[in-house]
DNA sequence: CTGAAAGCGCTTACAG
DNA sequence: CTGAAAGCGCTTACAG
């Protein structure tokens, strides 16, 4: 593997005069950078970042620690991030899984956002994450002691939803997914807002993936008084429930409306196109580069940095209409 | 930051010592060790894997290499895969798009799997790719100049797929995707291989999203010749398309078959549960983990190693009826 | 404008 | 069983 040395020789100058060449340090005069510059790329010199962030202390490289892959909105996510991430200069890697922590703060990237992930241990994450000695923060979480954070006002997404519901004239808006404690109170408190009364039965229980929607309004015994609207976890759960409430021979949304959590293309396609909320993907990239690249700059920052959800106005909610 | 020096000063050791007993070299003798790692733990010690990267060349750390990853595939694979490297001893970084080659290079990685991705310049890739310092090979290519890879077989899918469709009576058979050729010409083997005639009106162009498929078959004008069966390219195209037909009227299986291309578990919950041809996804990541770890400890491999697609029998074909 | 030298945090023969 | 020393491939004051 060639190194800064052996271009050095190659070159016919010193190795510290070709690390500057190679870092384009002004210092050097512009010819021998050329010459410096040439006879890397000729001999595919590729430098070792390894041995920079050792010296240096920078990799310009951020890692990104999701929990899991499955959900769609983590691939347009991380899209996103690593495009704006690219603009700033920096390169990012993911890791998937628990581990992810450790391994990024082993590596040594210059930084690192975590996704606000289902953790069994919240405790834990937070006593782990109080000892990551890189700049880091979690995007997508509704607290964090003493540091940054981006927090989606997930909240006040719902109470959208919900108004948004209450405006056409429903009055029984169910809730389908019961594994987000603030979603879930969320909904309590826009029901609450907007003058509605809570009811446990219109909870459906669901975890996240597309069958757990699907079966729980197939599971879901259906009265007279079910709610004519509901309001989905997530994209998956949101068409899973979809798929059933169709085959069920409901009609979304003249017989029943619908809304969902997460504004994914996939969403819009769906079988009926789905009205949702969700936060600005785009703008969530935005302000997580912004936010990670001013932490490892040591920059004074405001936080918490708070994204708005937004309504996306489509066809899955109709005016309610008595039977 | 804390370092070996600061350890070995607080545990009354040499800084070598201390390397040792972190790593469990069994020639510290125990009770020393049990102290070293007792005031590494206490101060939340870490090691710094670059430095150890840099001095030993190992950093235990693997690169998987994708281009995209809203293909839920992705996301089935990067867990198989890095479940199966975790068993091994190794971790998993995701680096995303065509920079995650440099990226890994630079980061000396010990290690590096590719997805075969849809290049724009094939060419450039391997003479790219011929230059990479590291342990490395594509999954799911070809063909591979010199060096090891694994190759699904994918021709040998679509004549699964096909003679399952010839085998139901079906002599008109489709092909909804044209952005994979390797598919394409198995298509037209397969054709070849079961007796059947070739007719390019019967390959609908679509890409590789949901919506490719789904307008595939939205924009396909109906002929009283028109296929009885299709295959669909991959696992979004198939949805797509699936769900087209179901809105044009026709049934599935009984007035359409249809076979979508990769064994996702979305499949088997559309619609109508899917029948699919595929690589076995956990062999994939098996035989994967296995070969990348072989190639890092500089053992003969035989190569390439195949993976024969499967066909996994669900509810969307039907034998054929004439109407 | 260029180079010699120290140092980043580890590992690893080698000596004892 | 432990330690002193060299070295991995870079960067960066510092001197010239």
Redesign the pocket.
């Known amino acids: ?1 060639i ?3 052996d271009i050095a020789k190659l070159a016919g ?5 070709v ?2 060449a ?2 384009h340090d002004p ?4 010819t ?1 950078r050329e010459k410096v510059l040439a006879v890397a790329e000729k001999h595919h ?4 970042i390894m ?2 962030q ?3 202390g ?1 990799s310009n490289i951020i890692g990104f620690v999701l929990d899991e892959l499955n959900n769609p909105l983590f691939a347009n996510i991380s899209g996103n991030l690593h495009a704006e991430l690219k603009k700033l200069g920096y390169q990012m890697i993911l890791v998937v899984a628990d581990e992810g922590m450790d391994v990024l703060d082993h590596l040594r990237v210059d930084g690192c956002i975590f996704w606000d992930y289902e953790m069994t241990d919240r405790a834990a994450f937070w006593k782990r994450f109080s000892n990551i000695q890189i700049p880091c923060f979690v995007l997508g979480t509704d607290d964090s002691p003493n540091s940054p954070y981006i927090k989606i006002d997930r909240k006040e997404g719902i109470y959208k939803a919900v108004e948004h519901l209450r405006n056409n004239g429903h009055t029984e808006i169910g809730f389908i997914g019961n594994s987000q404690p603030i979603k879930l109170e969320g909904y309590r408190e826009a029901l609450q807002r907007t003058g509605l009364e809570w009811n446990k039965d219109y909870i459906l229980p669901a975890y996240s993936s597309w069958e757990d929607g699907y079966f729980a309004i197939r599971n879901y015994e259906w009265t007279s008084k079910s709610p004519t609207a509901f309001i989905g976890l997530n994209n998956m759960v949101t068409r899973g429930a979809l798929r059933a409430l169709l085959e069920a021979g409901y009609k979304v949304p003249s017989d029943i409306s619908l809304i969902g959590y997460d504004d994914l293309p996939d969403m819009q396609y769906a079988e009926v196109a789905l009205t949702t909320i969700g936060p600005p993907l785009d703008e969530l990239a935005i302000q997580a580069a912004e936010l990670i690249v001013a932490l490892i700059r040591g920059e004074q920052v405001q936080y918490p940095v708070i994204i708005q959800p937004q309504l996306y106005h489509r066809q899955s909610v109709a005016s309610y209409k008595a039977t």
């Open positions: 593997m190194t800064i040395k100058v010193s190795y510290s005069t690390s500057k190679l870092n210092r050097i005069k512009h021998t010199y590729r430098k070792n041995a920079q050792l010296s240096s920078r």
